[in-house]
């Protein structure tokens, strides 16, 4: 059966379908030796070997691994840093015949749980809003805040073209100006837990994502450290986005 290119490559980790589209437009790769086009469909077994630029590539791949990584304030999420920052990436362990990606990112001054695995796919579909994947977060926030906040935050504000909200807010203390809540949101835009917060005049000093979708943030897991998941809580999140495992 033919599957577009995009497809074919994330799911061997090359990278997330819309960065393999950008390369395919930029001309960087070439199946068995021929450049393809965007959306151009092939049968597997029928790909010899990859060029990205010009580097050879033949189709050995790992079986799926899904890794939590629990990420100090101070890491980046890129894979190279032009300012030699030290990313995310470098903690994670070596992979042979694909690569890690990303499942969504965390700021620099953002700690928590984040998810790498290297299977494309997946990765597409639990960043993808149609999965209504909820991300939890604990944020500890300053100013003074009222029911009227609250419920402005969860009946949505407009944050550049689209509306962002809350889907929960549960305090956890509120003995002091600096409080704690929990706060979970079903999307994963760019600063989208500290704009929401900003928008009514609060101030965020601290943010930790302590879940996404099914898998929750060890609290064994110290930070910088990673730990692999189990066959049971790789086929939970599997069938969270409606995905065979393989």
């Known amino acids: 059966m033919k599957e577009r290119i995009q497809k074919i490559l994330s799911s061997y980790g090359f990278g997330s379908r819309r960065n393999i589209e950008k390369k395919i437009c930029r001309g960087l790769i070439k199946i068995n030796g021929k450049s393809v086009s965007l959306g151009q469909s092939f049968v597997k077994n029928n790909i010899q070997y990859i060029s990205l630029n010009n580097k050879k590539f033949f189709l050995k ?17 890129t894979k190279k840093d032009t300012s030699n920052r030290i990313t995310v990436f470098n903690k994670l362990p070596k992979l042979y ?18 998810l ?5 796919e997946l990765a597409y579909r639990l960043m993808h809003p149609r999965y209504m994947i909820k991300r939890e977060y604990l944020v500890r926030v300053y100013g003074k805040i009222s029911n009227k906040k609250i419920l402005i935050l969860k009946n949505g ?11 929960d807010i549960v305090c956890q203390n509120n003995k002091n ?5 929990k706060v979970s949101l079903l999307q994963g835009k760019k600063n989208e837990v500290r704009l929401l917060w900003n928008s009514v005049g609060i101030q965020v000093n601290r943010l930790i994502r302590i879940s996404y979708g099914v898998i929750k943030l060890p609290k064994n897991l110290k930070t910088g450290n990673f730990i692999a998941l189990n066959s049971i809580n790789i ?3 599997f069938n969270s986005v409606n995905l065979k495992s393989i």
Request: aromatic share 12%; with cysteine.
């Open 177 to 181: 100006k600096n409080q704690w809540f």
């Open 235 to 237: 086929n939970n999140i």
């Open 116 to 120: 790498f695995t290297n299977y494309g």
């Open 61 to 77: 791949k790992d079986t799926t691994k899904i890794v939590i990584y629990n990420k100090p304030i101070g890491e980046i999420c």
């Open 157 to 167: 504000i407009k944050i550049g073209n689209s509306i962002s909200k809350f889907l």
């Open 97 to 114: 015949n694909s690569s890690w990606i990303s499942i969504g990112r965390l700021d620099i001054n953002t700690s928590g749980l984040l």
